[in-house]
């Protein structure tokens, strides 16, 4: 299974960033799929989360109102709309895939993609 995620760049605060992330190779029948972020010296944080059929969604409550996810018509891909970024929102930002246990929980997660920095100026 390969994870290829894109999208990511260098905004101004309060501007937006569409990321992508393209599932392929022998991927489950159903899986979810999701974006974690992860700072310069912090652990992996939880972004947003979707079910494989966009049912059931979660979102961090530092992003919700303000980030929305969305699963292609494909099913393989997924996106992170961001809109009204702030600086805190700097990090590599990965997707990944899993098929039981918590969506928020990244050690439930068994593939990654390489990671989209996305960058926010002050």
């Known amino acids: 299974v390969q994870l290829q995620a894109s999208g990511g760049g260098l905004v101004q605060a309060g501007r937006s960033l569409r990321l992508s992330c393209a599932a392929s190779g022998r991927t489950p029948s159903t899986y979810s799929m999701g974006w974690f972020r992860q700072a310069p010296g912090k652990e992996r944080e939880f972004v947003a989360a979707i079910s494989w059929s966009g049912v059931i969604i979660h979102y961090a409550d530092s992003v919700k109102g303000r980030f929305t996810i969305s699963r292609g018509n494909a099913k393989n891909m997924v996106y992170l709309q961001m809109n009204s970024l702030k600086p805190e929102d700097t990090a590599v930002y990965y997707c990944?895939?899993?098929?039981?246990?918590?969506?928020?929980?990244?050690?439930?997660?068994?593939?990654w993609g390489q990671g989209t920095q996305v960058t926010v100026s002050s």
């Open positions: 990944g895939i899993q098929w039981n246990g918590r969506l928020d929980d990244p050690s439930k997660y068994d593939y």
